[in-house]
């Protein structure tokens, strides 16, 4: 993230939101833990709605807090987790109403018996929460992760401020699906910046009619995908801001 | 490309080796036109196995005196030209055996009828010349343009130097395995930045064993698909010199 955002001339910014043990200060990052990890999704709510919405809200402060600083006009989205793509996978099936066997990939290489066991856990979590995609909220208390409730706010933030947000994984995927389902209009801001390699990415995307700037089989989350497609993004909208058209120079 | 070049922090440079009328001097021009514009290459050579030669050495002059120029550590190759995809694609079928119907495509978007018609004239220029890989300085003069010449030389150079040269589309592409034909280490060097919509192109990059970076549906050659490339071999080598590993943080 720090080699690929100097790169692009972007800024890292670290916020907690759910981190299960205490982090050392650092200037990088913003302390706003919700709470340590979530709960088991597969035997009752990964959260409170109140948590979730706190979640939320640190994602939107943060978000909010970097457009005010000023210089910057663009957010990359992108997390680090423990096991998070199984609520990514959790949310996808929920909010698109695909198969948990369509949703649910190999995250950090697991085996065919992980994967299994995978699935099972994100179709008992769907079958215990029945959850109602008409209530986003209660989604993500249900099933989410903090880290996927904090990106919502990202999202949400980029949007009130019209500026693109451009997602990363299939983390941030699966939160601008209920981001989308929060506030449809925001899907205009958001730019997917790489295909990630677990195969929620795609059915998120197409539901969300977003195709992908980068498909360089990259599997990290935490944004680097993301950022790799900020150049292309600035590289059109310089080509629109300063291109002479055929028309002007009299080819019309 | 102006545009673009200015967002990937690139200088753009332009070379005459062949357009058919005078040019204006301009900063930005290199004027090293070898002839205005080749001959009929289904009826006889595209233009003679000297100017060839010095359109090669065109393209590498104008390489050398870049690398030479400090700052530059990379290159991007682009074109424009008049119906340079029929050479282009004479070039893909003449190195890789590939059937015309293959590797010509419909370059400005010309219709069935004309599609028809250029395919034929690349049959017949094979047909005439019956061009051999193992003289690639033959095979450019009977069925090349000046641009691919000049392309190979770009390409041949930067291996000297051994930075990087990153191709745009077919026209760059085709060019690519001439140098390829000529000095085959010199792939080791060539990083495809995005892939054509010309169908040749799929084919010349297989053939060189070449993955593109980008395949974002453009197809203006130029340099454009090329330069957004750039970012992203950026971020790759920065990775590569400042990521600090797990093994080097005990992870290992």
Do not use: W
């Not at 497609?229 to 002007?248: G, I, N, S």
């Amino acid at each position: 993230m720090n080699a690929i955002g100097k790169t692009v001339g972007a800024r890292v910014s670290v916020l907690d939101v759910g981190v299960a043990s205490e982090l050392e200060r650092h200037p990088l990052l913003r302390a706003a833990k919700v709470r340590r990890g979530t709960d088991d999704l597969s035997r009752g709510l990964a959260m409170s709605r109140e948590e979730a919405a706190r979640a939320v809200m640190a994602g939107a402060g943060v978000a909010e807090e970097l457009l005010e600083s000023g210089g910057v006009d663009l957010l990359v989205t992108g997390d680090m987790g423990i096991g998070n793509t199984t609520p990514a996978a959790c949310l996808i099936s929920a909010v698109t109403e695909s198969p948990p066997a369509k949703t649910t990939g190999r995250g950090t290489s697991i085996d065919d018996e992980t994967l299994k066991l995978k699935v099972n856990v994100v179709e008992e979590a769907l079958e215990l929460h029945a959850p109602d995609p008409e209530d986003p909220l209660g989604v993500l208390a249900a099933i989410g992760g903090l880290e996927h409730a904090a990106i919502v706010g990202v999202i949400l933030t980029g949007a009130v401020y019209g500026v693109p947000v451009v997602l990363d994984g299939v983390v941030s995927n699966s939160s601008a699906l209920v981001a989308h389902a929060l506030a449809p209009y925001s899907v205009g801001y958001i730019i997917a910046g790489h295909r990630s390699a677990e195969p929620g990415a795609r059915i998120a995307l197409k539901h969300l009619e977003l195709k992908p700037l980068l498909d360089l089989d990259m599997r990290l989350g935490e944004g680097t995908g993301g950022l790799l497609a900020v150049p292309l993004v600035q590289a059109a909208a310089r080509t629109l801001a300063e291109m002479t058209t055929l028309e002007e120079i009299g080819f019309g």
